[in-house]
């Protein structure tokens, strides 16, 4: 397995330990995370990376890091206007929190 398989299966098991309300679907080019219906992140694999993509404005990020960046007019696979690149296993945490917050604005939480 490569790296970049390798960080799929360390974020996997960790967004679908959020809710037993989030699904996966394999699309051709991506993975897209639902709930109720709607993605809230989708997953483009590369070779070394993973891109994501939130289901969110990128006003709406809170990013002191600055690994964000608006997708908006930019063509792309998957959901969502803010692309985060996860080269490494030590930003799965970072990642994740931005991922809960697409998580619970699509639930109508925040």
């Not at 330990?17 to 993975?31: G, I």
């Not at 997953?43 to 993509?53: G, Q």
């Not at 690994?67 to 296993?89: F, I, K, S, Y």
Request: glycine residues 8%; positive net charge.
């Amino acid at each position: 397995m490569g790296p970049a398989a390798e960080l799929f299966q360390a974020f996997r098991k960790e967004v679908l330990a959020l809710s037993p309300e989030v699904t996966e679907e394999f699309r051709k080019l991506y993975m897209a995370y639902k709930v109720r219906g709607a993605n809230f992140v989708s997953v483009v694999p590369r070779k070394a990376s993973l891109r994501f993509f939130l289901n969110l404005n990128f006003d709406e990020v809170h990013d002191p890091r600055g690994l964000c960046r608006d997708v908006t007019h930019v063509g792309r696979w998957g959901t969502g206007n803010v692309e985060l690149r996860l080269r490494q296993a030590e930003d799965i945490d970072y990642l994740l929190s931005l991922v809960r917050r697409a998580f619970e604005k699509q639930r109508g939480v925040g």
